[in-house]
């Protein structure tokens, strides 16, 4: 193996029930780049590095994985990590009731004779922090850190670990743009200081800032490795016709707006934060939507998007909530989900795996959910009838699985989110509130969820999409609302909106201070 080379991995196969997760896969990394790994959802990805890292155990899987110059065999985690080969997942696993410095050293404890050193730890704690650049106290609970310093604390605790290979997934998905940005120049220090990044990723503008270079998996194939900084065509246009095997003339599929009659306007709607009583989180917002629209929202992180959406849904979130709701001009009554729901609303939340879907059920059950009361008889659920039904929205919205009866757990990230959409399509709502409906997907299944978009519009119903890419945004929706601090700040329709009068927007309160 070439000394330049850290890690090769040759010929990497790894079958499951039913499926080929990786086909003879190779993967180069040289010693101390940043190699950025990108594919559709379900391509194989996150496999390939698990089978690096140990969570599929050596014999699981055929060919060889070279690490500084060996051939290694990882039985578990721990075994890579002995290594230097450190993974953190897309999903953070910190405990949220035990503080930064316990769960930096959990099971790597700083111990004199079996007693935990308290100096020594926080001591520790306190030199990784300031390495990754995170000013908070070694005490503070994880709960009480927002999900970009958690990602922090991650790195750290990798750092604690004496990491040389640092594999992180997703490591952007969930962040706002500044600790986007603020996590990215940490790669780059981390770089400088000689360790090997892989880092796997959807957002390709973010690819182009950092990666050295780029490998693309399809359907469990290498595809093509790409030096980002080479002469070879290394555009985004490229990757993306390499992840999806065509080409994407328009990254948003054509649709003519047919809007109808107003389908539902919200007036001076407050919302207050549930434990801080006194905190206004919503303030005094009117919208309205149309039959056959689809409303954007845009705002930054905090501002009260998913707040607003969440009340709106039968009170899901807030406390003290006040203002009107109108369905097709007549005032009603959204005091609970199941009233909402009656009134013809429906929301799918951000969070597909944590409130969208329950994976351990199987795809069949989650699409039928929310409306089994239109499948019982006497109280008894008729299973051909919900077979039908389920084997219907898998042909309509093309959910990728082996058959319905599969646990959702086994889905890709934009299968997953096509099940979360087909659950409440199902509920036949005249109004769907769709929260970061393509948060963490690949550019293929984003367009097959605006797709599903522009049809659910085009059959007269309005959606609500909220969403914190503002190119999609403008891509998608017909008007965008923009939300700062709470506070409706305007209403842009598609023709006169730009990313730069978004912006504005959306920080026009802060702009006031």
């Not at 329709?493 to 504005?504: C, N, Q, V």
Request: proline residues 3%; charged residues 25%.
């Amino acid at each position: 193996m070439d000394d330049d080379y850290i890690l090769e991995m040759r010929g990497i196969t790894k079958e499951f029930p039913g499926v080929k997760a990786l086909h003879d896969v190779t993967l180069r990394v040289r010693r101390g780049e940043v190699h950025a790994i990108c594919g559709e959802n379900g391509a194989g990805k996150s496999t390939l590095m698990k089978v690096l890292s140990g969570v599929h155990p050596a014999g699981s899987y055929t060919g060889d994985i070279v690490y500084e110059g060996q051939v290694c065999t990882f039985h578990s985690i721990r075994d890579s990590e002995r290594r230097g080969i450190v993974i953190i997942h897309q999903e953070l696993a910190l405990s949220p009731y035990l503080s930064i410095a316990e769960n930096l050293f959990l099971g790597n404890e700083r111990a004199r004779a079996g007693i935990i050193d308290w100096r020594a730890t926080t001591s520790a704690a306190q030199e990784l922090l300031t390495r990754v650049g995170l000013d908070e106290d070694p005490d503070t609970r994880i709960a009480d850190i927002g999900i970009g310093k958690q990602q922090l604390v991650e790195i750290a605790k990798a750092l604690s670990k004496e990491v040389r290979l640092l594999i992180l997934d997703e490591p952007t998905a969930a962040l706002n743009d500044d600790d986007s940005d603020n996590l990215l120049q940490l790669i780059r220090q981390l770089k400088a200081q000689g360790i090997t990044c892989i880092m796997i990723s959807h957002k390709l503008s973010e690819i182009e800032k950092i990666a050295d270079t780029t490998t693309i998996i399809r359907d469990g194939l290498t595809i093509e490795s790409l030096d980002m900084h080479g002469d070879g065509d290394h555009s985004q246009d490229h990757i993306i016709r390499c992840m999806v095997g065509r080409s994407l003339e328009s990254r948003f599929p054509e649709r003519t707006p047919n809007i109808g009659e107003e389908v539902l306007r919200v007036e001076d709607w407050t919302v207050y934060h549930p434990i801080d009583t006194n905190r206004a989180i919503v303030k005094n917002a009117s919208l309205t939507i149309h039959q056959g629209e689809i409303v954007g929202l845009a705002g930054l992180m905090g501002a009260g998007r998913t707040e607003l959406a969440m009340s709106l849904f039968g009170r899901a979130y807030g406390i003290k909530i006040t203002g009107h709701v109108f369905k097709d001009g007549q005032e009603i009554q959204v005091r609970n989900v199941e009233e909402a729901m009656s009134h013809g609303i429906a929301y799918a939340t951000e969070d597909r795996k944590k409130y969208g879907l329950n994976l351990i059920q199987t795809v069949k059950e989650n699409i039928t959910s929310a409306g089994l009361r239109q499948l019982a008889r006497m109280g008894v659920i008729e299973t051909e009838a919900e077979t039908g039904v389920a084997e219907g929205y898998r042909k309509e919205l093309d959910i990728k699985t082996p058959t319905i009866e599969v646990p959702a757990s086994k889905l890709s990230g934009g299968n997953q989110q096509k099940v979360v959409i087909a659950k409440w399509i199902y509920t036949n709502p005249d109004v769907l509130i769709l929260d970061e409906p393509t948060r963490g997907i690949d550019v293929g299944a984003k367009y097959e969820i605006y797709t599903i978009m522009n049809r659910l519009a085009d059959a007269g119903k309005g959606v609500l999409m909220i969403s914190s890419e503002l190119p999609e945004l403008l891509g998608v929706c017909d008007r965008i609302y923009t939300l700062s601090e709470g506070r409706i700040t305007g209403c842009q329709s598609r023709d006169e909106a730009t990313p730069e009068s978004l912006m504005y927007l959306m920080t026009l309160e802060t702009l006031k201070h």
